[in-house]
């Protein structure tokens, strides 16, 4: 579990403590249920994370929503974008092995995360990977109820295909973007959980 629902959690347990005291004791049952449930939300449940060369898999549990192409590095590129529904897992997790080459972390609005123009215009951390992928592009996206965007690696680390590197609160969206010469292997509508799923392989393990 994310430590961040156990101090959610331990606020709405000193709160239903207080309700129960002072006001109504039913009215109590309110936090503890809000305490459940960020219990549930953060968790963070362990992936069996694939090991063969050239795979790219899912940085976040979700829907693929719409796989397109787009520039990378000012070539040509394939996205992969993932909605994540607050019943979703919201650990985000690399997508391939690499060294972690640039971080920018992007203000801006807070639109629907199911329209295409979030990819660009709302609130976001660009990851650069360098790695067995070539270079690989990932984003989280904030979305209408997610304002928080927490990403735990810095720049230089070397991380692991399927390692957790951060999260974002109560709904969001992560992009993947890849070389055109990347083998898509997953299509709209697919559910795919994060660390685990493969979204993409490279035939010879590069771009």
């Not at 101090?7 to 049952?29: D, K, S």
């Not at 796989?67 to 391939?96: E, M, T």
Request: charged share 20%; hydrophobic share 45%.
């Amino acid at each position: 579990m994310v430590r961040d629902g156990i101090f959610y959690a331990l606020g709405m347990l000193v709160a239903a403590l207080l309700v129960g005291h002072f006001a109504t004791p039913w009215l109590a049952v309110i936090p503890l249920i809000l305490a459940a449930f960020f219990l549930w939300f953060f968790r963070d449940p362990e992936r069996v994370i694939p090991s063969e060369p050239g795979l790219v898999v899912s940085p976040a549990d979700g829907k693929v929503t719409d796989i397109s192409p787009c520039q990378l590095a000012g070539a040509p590129g394939i996205r992969i974008s993932i909605f994540l529904n607050v019943f979703d897992v919201h650990v985000n997790r690399s997508p391939s092995e690499g060294v972690i080459k640039n971080v920018e972390y992007r203000r801006g609005s807070f639109g629907n995360a199911m329209d295409p123009a979030s990819a660009e215009v709302n609130e976001q951390n660009i990851v650069t990977l360098e790695g067995e992928a070539g270079t690989v592009i990932f984003k989280q996206i904030a979305g209408l109820i997610a304002r928080r965007i927490v990403f735990t690696c810095k720049m230089g680390e070397h991380i692991q295909r399927g390692q957790r590197v951060g999260l974002i609160k109560f709904g969001s969206r992560t992009d993947v973007l890849l070389a055109a010469t990347a083998q898509v292997a997953v299509k709209a509508g697919d559910r795919v959980k994060g660390g685990s799923s493969v979204v993409a392989r490279f035939p010879t393990g590069a771009n």
